[in-house]
T-cell receptor, first 114, second 114 residues
Framework: KAGVTQTPRYLIKTRGQQVTLSCSPI?????VSWYQQTPGQGLQFLFE???????NKGNFPGRFSGRQFSNSRSEMNVSTLELGDSALYLC?????????????FGQGTRLTVV | AQSVAQPEDQVNVAEGNPLTVKCTYS??????LFWYVQYPNRGLQFLLK??????LVKGSYGFEAEFNKSQTSFHLKKPSALVSDSALYFC????????????FGAGTRLFVKA
């Protein structure tokens, strides 16, 4: 069974640009969550999607957005990039059928903003 | 609002000794608690979870965790540490009142010395 796939693995962008990150969940999983990981802040919750609907949102500015497609694949977009957006972005998928299921994480996309 | 605290940035232990990584949480309602481990340049891997029932939960790689409702804690333990256990450990909580979003602690880096 294939795991969670995130593309690209590494990305270098210039301040002011925008970026789109992709996440393909485990087959059959309907919930996808996104996290930002930085050395000082740990994992910060961005948002969670279930069946193409945003179910939860973290405390990030509107520059951060996402969506989920009918096949459960998800994309995350960051517009007007800032230096502080440099981080590892992790995607996690779960069955999403209840509150008790653990999440399966991809290896992440490391974004560097210069 | 739900939150998770991992009071130690780093834990050092000698191989063969018992280890404990601490976690406390704050949540309204019943918590669902998780531990994940992250190895270098990898995504997070699920270790164990507490949903209900026995307060002592056993997980992967010989790890276990004890749920203490009165102290709102969920400490991770292992009777005998291995050098290969050296990694970054995250505690997480998920609750109905948080809309089922999973909130992670800042992480604790475990160093096991041979």
């Amino acid at each position: 069974k294939a795991g969670v796939t995130q593309t690209p693995r590494y990305l270098i962008k210039t301040r002011g640009q925008q970026v789109t990150l992709s996440c393909s969940p485990i087959s059959g999983h309907r919930s996808v969550s996104w996290y930002q990981q930085t050395p000082g802040q740990g994992l910060q919750f961005l948002f969670e999607y279930f069946s193409e609907t945003q179910r939860n949102k973290g405390n990030f500015p509107g520059r951060f957005s996402g969506r989920q497609f009918s096949n459960s694949r998800s994309e995350m977009n960051v517009s007007t990039l800032e230096l502080g957006d440099s981080a590892l972005y992790l995607c996690a998928s779960s069955l999403g059928l209840g509150e008790v299921t653990e999440a399966f994480f991809g290896q992440g996309t490391r974004l560097t903003v210069v | 609002a739900q939150s998770v605290a991992q009071p130690e940035d780093q834990v050092n232990v000698a191989e063969g000794n018992p280890l404990t990584v601490k976690c406390t949480y704050s949540v309204s309602g019943n918590p669902y608690l998780f531990w994940y481990v992250q190895y270098p340049n990898r995504g997070l891997q699920f270790l164990l979870k507490y949903i209900t029932g026995d307060n002592l939960v056993k997980g992967s790689y010989g790890f276990e965790a004890e749920f203490n409702k009165s102290q709102t804690s969920f400490h991770l333990k292992k009777p005998s540490a291995l050098v290969s256990d050296s990694a970054l450990y995250f505690c997480a909580v998920r609750a109905l009142t948080g809309g089922f979003k999973t909130i992670f602690g800042a992480g604790t880096r475990l160093f096991v010395k041979a």
